[in-house]
């Protein structure tokens, strides 16, 4: 079992910044972020390896987020610039591992970020 707590999230203006923070009680292969919005599917916005630190970013956020980790510290963080209003949405922290050979995925339970002005 692997837990995950995020932290961060909270109600912003367009064109202002929030960073976000998922602690796990270890880490897995890799740590992402995903977002949901009410009636819409649960999408990727960004992930990261923990040994190599490579990283992948939805195309709408590109240029605008960045993930990061600190694996002495178990977390991993996304920072968000320049928000706008369809940024709006839950976001979740997300961790996949092997465990007895067996792929398994955690989530946390989602913190909330509004963008409205």
């Known amino acids: 079992q692997v837990q995950l707590v995020e932290s961060g999230g909270g109600a912003v203006q367009p064109g202002g910044s929030l960073r976000l923070s998922c602690v796990a009680s270890r880490l897995g292969y890799s740590m992402g972020w995903y977002r949901q919005t009410p009636g819409k599917q649960r999408e990727l916005s960004a992930t990261i390896t923990t040994g190599g630190g490579r990283t992948t970013y939805a195309d709408s956020v590109k240029g605008r987020f960045t993930i990061s980790r600190d694996n002495v510290k178990n977390t991993v963080y996304l920072q968000m610039n320049s928000l706008k209003p369809e940024d709006t949405a839950v976001y979740y922290c997300?961790?996949?591992?092997?465990?007895?050979?067996?792929?398994?995925?955690?989530w946390g339970q989602g913190t909330q970020v509004t963008v409205s002005s």
């Open positions: 997300n961790t996949g591992l092997f465990e007895l050979g067996v792929w398994r995925e955690y």
